[in-house]
């Protein structure tokens, strides 16, 4: 499932881009059929330029593809992806089949003419981020070390392509002519066979199959000819377009409906980006009957969806085909050739589409609903990664004030501070070939190290670190407060050679400078009396607690900074003063508040919760949100913590005061 989640993220980078494209189609179409001229200018500009997109939606995949599925990717992995495709579709193509086989291109299975499909594409994309993990690093002799390293990726992905080129030669026109046989044979059953081509023709729409069975529905492949009889006006009315006409309730509203579940049910630090994606796909899905943006936002993400969206497509036409409703389309079911056939001879009580795609809009709805919260699918919004932005937008968020840059700096400052401590760090912990795993929470980075005695803790120290953890095992959990993320990010950099090494002397962030001049030499806090007093509305119902009591040394030890904790009873988290909501980690697990006087303050729901990626945590707020004092922060649910094996104490930390008093009330 972790494969499909991942690769349903993969194909968001693509898929955000095709609904203005088919807006953009559906405009032209619109234009061509409505002055009944296929020249118009106009048009064949509009339908051009949504087309080009349109039309190479499976290239697309496979660029997306292989950058999305690479491991820290560049474009040297989009390279390979798209050697990878025209490496299988040259070779497969029907012009080249018929010089393998001696024959005409006439004679050639119509299979070959249906083979640049999205299937293949994500295969191809696979093949590209393959061959990018496995071969950007290789060394080859000196004779051939002009091809070392990321210039040997495409060559084999092209090497790899050939094989599967070969094996697809001879699978895929057995796929194709089964499904043409078996779509011939559903003709006979009816009402209940249109269903069933309504469901495979959805359920194939990720291999690409779907044509197969539609070619013979829709064309003259076995008589039908439903969509071209339609159009012609000469079929039988009462018949033609029952192939048809379920598609217009689903794609006009049931899927509008999906979008609506999606959105309501994305978490609220992200609902604004999720917007952008799933609102642009259902105007599309609406108005010109376009719904792949729509399906492969969802698709890879949450198949069990998909597949209740394919079944409810088979409901919609079998009961279409049983009623006096007949409708047929030129371009796709949408809105568009609604109206454009809705005066077509052989149209039937069309009035009942809009009725029916009502109640189906409210069917997907709250099936969707239910389905994303019963079993906390991994939708748009709801997944590690915002949807419409690559890892990189997305990790740059995780740290630091809200809003702060990626390659710029949170607060104004540069992001050569950031280098520079990274430089410190990986130096401290015996050189980046000491450092086998790199990875981060809300507040300290966690490492897997080969060897944990050449550790320098007090070079850590110097460098910016509040403490250092070493639990066992060449596990080292090094403190540094909300700007983690810039750090680890600038580490990776420097690990893979994209950064050099900072060798300035330069100190780091001042502020956390004063905080460790501040700090015994054991890396404990100093006592607190004497420190500001601040006074505070318990953000959680429950028992208060020294920050001393909590399992955790970088709580206990007041590395992050002084505080109390909370043993929770309640999963409801509020806000204990007015201010502004300065970040929520990306897993929920933790919120950041700047309180009217200045005071940050850092809410962390349970111990290494951040493990639970987000599962049990549900934002209410977000990001430079301002809040007043109660009002509710965040949902917790307290039993799933305790059933992932954490403590759900939650400290509550001033992180910009080391001399601070937090009186709980």
């Known amino acids: 499932m972790k494969f499909f989640q991942r690769l349903g993220r993969s194909l968001m980078l693509p898929v955000a881009v095709l609904p203005v494209a088919a807006i953009l189609s559906g405009i032209g179409y619109w234009i061509i059929s409505a002055t009944d001229n296929p020249s118009n200018v106009a048009g064949v500009f509009f339908t051009l330029a949504g087309g080009a997109l ?16 690479a491991t820290k990717p560049d474009g040297t992995s989009a390279l ?66 002009f091809f070392s390293g990321r210039r040997s990726v495409a060559i084999v992905s092209a090497g790899i392509s050939i094989f599967a080129a070969l094996a697809l030669f001879v699978l895929w026109p ?17 009402p209940i066979g249109a269903g069933i081509y309504g469901f495979l023709n959805r359920l194939l729409i990720p291999l690409g199959l779907h044509h197969a069975l539609n070619s013979v529905f829709w064309f003259d492949v076995a008589g039908i000819n439903d969509l071209g009889n339609f159009l012609n006006s000469t079929g039988t009315r009462g018949v033609t377009g029952q192939y048809m006409t379920g598609f217009f309730p689903i794609m006009m509203f049931g899927l509008p409906g999906a979008a ?8 609220s630090s992200r609902r604004k980006l999720a917007a952008g994606v799933l609102l642009s796909s259902a ?19 949450a198949p069990v969806l998909y597949v209740i969206h394919a079944l409810f497509t088979g409901i919609s036409l079998a009961i279409s085909a049983m009623l006096p409703v007949r409708m047929g389309f030129g371009f796709s079911g949408g809105f568009i050739d609604l109206v454009l056939g809705w005066m077509n001879p052989m149209a039937v009580n069309p009035w009942a589409i809009p009725v029916m795609g009502v109640f189906w809009f409210v069917v997907y709805f709250l099936v969707f609903r239910f389905m994303i919260l019963r079993f906390d699918l991994k939708t748009p919004g709801r997944t590690e990664e915002d949807p419409g932005a690559d890892e990189g937008s997305e990790t740059a968020g995780t740290s630091g004030t809200a809003g702060a840059a990626a390659d710029g700096a949170a607060d104004g400052v540069p992001a050569d501070r950031y280098a520079a401590t990274a430089t410190a760090f990986l130096a401290a912990l015996g050189g980046k070939d000491n450092v086998l795993e790199l990875e981060n929470c809300a507040t300290r980075l966690r490492m897997q190290v080969a060897d944990p005695s050449i550790v320098d803790d007090a070079a850590l120290k110097r460098a910016g670190a509040a403490g250092t953890m ?21 580490m990776e950099r420097i690990i893979d050679g994209e950064l050099a090494p900072v060798t300035s002397a330069a100190p780091a962030d001042p502020e956390r400078a004063r905080h460790r001049a501040a700090l015994p030499a054991d890396g404990e806090a100093p006592a607190s009396a004497g420190g500001r007093h601040v006074r505070l509305r318990q953000p959680l119902a429950g028992a208060v607690v020294p920050l001393s009591a909590v399992p955790d040394p970088t709580f206990s030890e007041q590395l992050m900074g002084p505080g109390a904790a909370i043993e929770p009873t309640d999963g409801e988290v509020v806000a204990p003063a007015a201010g502004t909501v300065q970040h929520i980690f990306p897993t929920g697990h933790a919120i950041a508040l700047v309180l009217e006087d200045g005071t940050e303050l850092l809410i962390h729901v349970g111990l290494d ?15 430079g949100q301002r809040v007043r004092a109660g009002e509710p922060l965040m949902q917790v649910d307290l039993d799933a913590i305790r059933a992932a094996g954490h403590a759900t104490i939650t400290p509550i930390i001033v992180l910009n005061d080391a001399d601070a008093v937090i009186e709980l009330l």
Not at 107 to 132: D, E, T
């Open 54 to 69: 349109l039309d190479n939606l499976a290239l697309l995949f496979a660029i997306g593809v292989s950058i999305g599925m």
């Open 80 to 145: 390979a992806g798209l050697v990878s495709w025209l490496t299988v579709t040259t070779i497969l193509k029907p012009e080249s089949v018929a010089k393998f086989r001696g024959i005409d291109v006439e004679a050639v299975n119509p299979a070959f003419g249906s083979l640049q499909n999205v299937f293949i594409g994500i295969l191809c994309g696979l093949i590209g981020a393959w061959a990018y993990d496995r071969f950007k690093d290789v060394q080859l002799p000196d004779a051939l070390a």
């Open 174 to 190: 057995l796929l194709y002519t089964g499904l043409v046989t078996f779509g011939e044979f559903i003709v006979t059953l009816g």
């Open 260 to 267: 609506l579940a999606m959105y309501t049910t994305a978490k």
């Open 283 to 301: 105007v599309a899905s609406f108005f010109v009957g376009v719904t792949e943006p729509l399906e492969f936002s969802f698709m890879f993400l």
């Open 470 to 490: 070493k639990p066992g095992r060449g596990s080292v959990q090094v403190i540094y407060g909300l700007n983690v993320q810039f750090v680890k990010d600038a």
């Open 609 to 623: 919760t951040v493990e639970m990626k987000g599962k049990g945590f549900t934002a209410l707020v977000e990001n």
